[in-house]
Every structure is written in C-alpha cells, then in structure tokens.
C-alpha cells in the first residue's frame, strides 16, 4: 500500500540550526515526491518537487530510493521558516494528480 | 496566479443540518479535491474529480457527497451533518496533464463546526 510517513509531529531548534525533517514512503512505482509548507494563517503551498531538483527558501530535499525517503533539510533555520510541513506522494501513477500526504511535522524555531 | 476560493472561512452547524461548502478555481484545472485537515492526522481525502460531471471516492467519503456542474465549481456536501464531522476542509487543484500536473493549489480552508 502507498503510505508516507512523517516520524516526527513536532520539531524545535534553535535559528542558526541545521534541521531535517523526515519523509519515507512506500510505494511499488516509481515515486513523485513534495513538500508542501503551510505557514500560519496561510494556505497550503508547495515548497518543492523532487524532479526539479531546486532548493527553495534554502531548502532541497534528495529522494533516496534505496532508504525509501524524502528529507528535507536546511543548514541554518530561521524564526520565519516556522510552520507545518507536510511530505507527500503522488499516486496511481500520477495520471489523475493525487497526492497521498503524510501527517505533518511542524517545525518551531526558536530565536 | 492560480486562485482557489472557498465560500466560507468559518462555519457553524447544527447536528442533523445539511451542509454545502463551495470550491471555485480560475485557472481552468481538470482536478479538484476536498480534503479534511486535522491535528495529528494530517491530509486526508475525501472525494476528487477529474472531469465535469465526474467523482471518485478518496479514503474517507462517508458521510460526504459531492458535486462538479461545471468546471471551476467543486462543492462537498454533507449529507446531515455530525459532530465528528467538525474539522477544517481544504479544496485544492490541479492540471490534468503538463508538467506541473501534480502540483495541487490549494483554497484557504473552512473551518467547520458541528454543535
């Protein structure tokens, strides 16, 4: 069964901090993966795929086919990257656009 | 810019009531989406549509219906509706085909409450 798991519900560093957040999935195809970021009070918005391979707002994320995860990390947070994340997969094969989400980790940092 | 509306930020309820919460996108996207967001359990789907007319169950539709008369239009009905039901509701999105066709746009969210 497709599934993403997201181990951690909350995260908290300090600003100047490197984080990762955590993404594996399970999924017999081959994957599509994001970030989704909601901030507070805002929508959801997608931070970034895997096949564009860019780094948004100093974020990347590697696939890691072989450890079946998605991680996001920074090297050095700040107070505005605080808010919820959501790790997601698309789905039957991508042909109709679903996406399965994990449940969130949401990020505090801390001054 | 893509822009997903929802008709209410915040609504509330009463148990038994029938409910309708309206989506509209203007960006001319084949798939729409209702997702109900709640702590600790994240996204979970609903019902979706690919097409005019057409509906498919997500991991969730009991207790939910749906609409799509026309394309920028998505409404989630429920049917009468329960306190379990109190949760916030997202609609999203997105391109049938294209590059981009997995990146889902969402609304802002309603914030329901079933008394």
Known sequence: ?????????????????????????????????????????????????HISRESIKGFTADLNKGETSFHLKKPFAQEEDSAM?????SSYGGSQGNLIFGKGTKLSVKP | DVKVTQSSRYLVKRTGEKVFLEC?????????????????????LIYFSYDVKMKEKGDIPEGYSVSR?????????????????????????????????????FGPGTRLTVL
């Open chain 1, 1 to 49: 069964a497709q599934r993403v798991t997201q181990p951690e519900k909350l995260l908290s560093v300090f600003k100047g901090a490197p984080v990762e957040l955590k993404c594996n999935y399970s999924y017999s195809g081959s994957p599509e993966l994001f970030w989704y970021v909601q901030y507070s009070r805002q929508r959801l918005q997608l931070l970034l795929r």
């Open chain 1, 85 to 89: 994340y959501y790790c997601a997969l």
């Open chain 2, 24 to 44: 509209v996108q203007d960006m001319d996207h084949e798939n729409m989406f209702w997702y109900r967001q709640d702590p600790g359990l994240g996204l979970r």
């Open chain 2, 69 to 105: 008369e026309k394309k920028e239009r998505f409404s989630l009905i429920l049917e009468s509706a329960s306190t379990n039901q109190t949760s916030m509701y997202l609609c999203a999105s997105s391109l049938h085909s294209g590059r981009d066709y997995n990146e889902q746009f």
